[in-house]
């Protein structure tokens, strides 16, 4: 397998526009999360899905962002509009839903909002 | 509730030991350990479910004490390649599966 897979691996935008990253899990893999990473902040949950449902977006920190999965391999998060605020890592990670299992992270996409 | 790791940084130099903890307020379903350098993604250590066992990875184990929520990271004969942050994901509850992260402990291996 390839691992989760994200795209892109880097975005720059300018403030007010919209942003999405994209994510592929890895197949098989029946939980998604998304994470945000920042030095201030570290690692935080946004949301996350269980066979492809939204269980918990209360990390989502406003009503700017919204995540999608509309099938298993696949899942969205998009910023709209974007502010400077939203620099950061943004990972995406999936795992099984039972069982002894970590999570595989994606190799993130670092977004800078100018 | 984010977990509280310590120490926040540790240099060693190659061969020594060291021992990274995470504590909680909650009470604890499992803990897992993750390991990133720089400029890369986390990647998964090893899980601990609550029942107090320890596992071990190569020369890196931990342990997990349920009645005091908090798990330890031993690293032992550390090699240039330990080089990286740290980090223990807690999971609160049988199924949630969302892990809340430590702020991490960045461990530098010095020749």
Sequence with gaps: ?????????HEVTEMGQEVTLRCKPISGHNSLFWYRQ????GLELLIYFNNNV?????????????AKMPNASFSTLKI?????RDSAVYFCASSFLRGNYGYTFGSGTRLTVV | QQPVQSPQAVILR????????CSSSKALYSVHWYRQKHGEAPVFLMILLKGGEQKGHEKISASFNEKKQQSSLYLTASQ???SGTYFCGTESSFGVRALTFG???RLQVQP
């Design chain 1, 1 to 9: 397998d390839a691992g989760v897979i994200q795209s892109p691996r």
């Design chain 1, 54 to 66: 939204p269980i918990d977006d209360s990390g989502m920190p406003e009503d700017r962002f919204s």
């Design chain 2, 103 to 105: 702020s991490g402990t």
């Design chain 1, 38 to 41: 920042t030095m201030m902040r």
């Design chain 2, 14 to 21: 190659e061969g020594e030991d060291a021992v990274i903890n």
């Design chain 2, 80 to 82: 240039l390649s330990y």
């Design chain 1, 80 to 84: 709209q509009p974007s502010e400077p």
